[in-house]
């Protein structure tokens, strides 16, 4: 099973008419866990040849979220408490990378996921524990998703 996950218009990470963002599509592969292939442009380099580590933390941050996104009947919609990322080796500009997220354990209103980065070759690049909080049910109520362009775009 691998079915598209959600987009927005103007989250850096998933918005797809975000002119800055880095327009990344994520992929469910079963139940908690989502995937994504991408290639990091060099416009979000830190040193030369190597993505900044606040993108790479960025990256990784939206993967954790996404493992517990569509694991129930509803869109789940989580703030991150707490994000460990290692480092593990540079993480290079305009080269093919798999990026994984998977839920660790859901324990109601508070959840773990983890997710990394790797290169072609499966060579671990970065990786992150993440600490996830229901986002309160009042924000929700307020929230106008198709006014946020959430939803599965047609890939182009």
């Not at 993108?55 to 979220?65: R, S």
């Not at 600490?131 to 006014?147: C, F, N, Q």
Request: glycine residues 8%.
């Amino acid at each position: 099973m691998k079915s598209p996950q959600p987009n927005s218009r103007h989250c850096f990470v998933c918005g797809l008419q975000n002119p800055i963002g880095l327009h990344l599509r994520f992929y469910q592969t079963r139940a908690g866990e989502i995937e994504a292939n991408f290639q990091v442009p060099e416009i979000y380099q830190g040193y030369p040849g190597i993505v900044h580590g606040g993108v790479v933390a960025a990256m990784l941050d939206e993967l954790a979220g996404r493992a517990l996104m569509s694991d129930g009947p509803a869109t789940r919609f989580m703030f991150t408490a707490r994000l460990n990322v290692r480092y593990r080796k540079n993480v290079p500009v305009e080269q093919p990378l798999k990026l994984v997220g998977r839920m660790e354990e859901d324990r109601g209103r508070t959840a773990t996921a983890v997710s990394a980065i790797y290169d072609e070759q499966g060579t671990l690049l970065a990786e992150a524990e993440a600490l996830l909080v229901d986002i309160p049910e009042s924000m929700l109520e307020e929230a106008d998703l198709e006014a946020l362009g959430w939803k599965v775009y047609p890939e182009e």
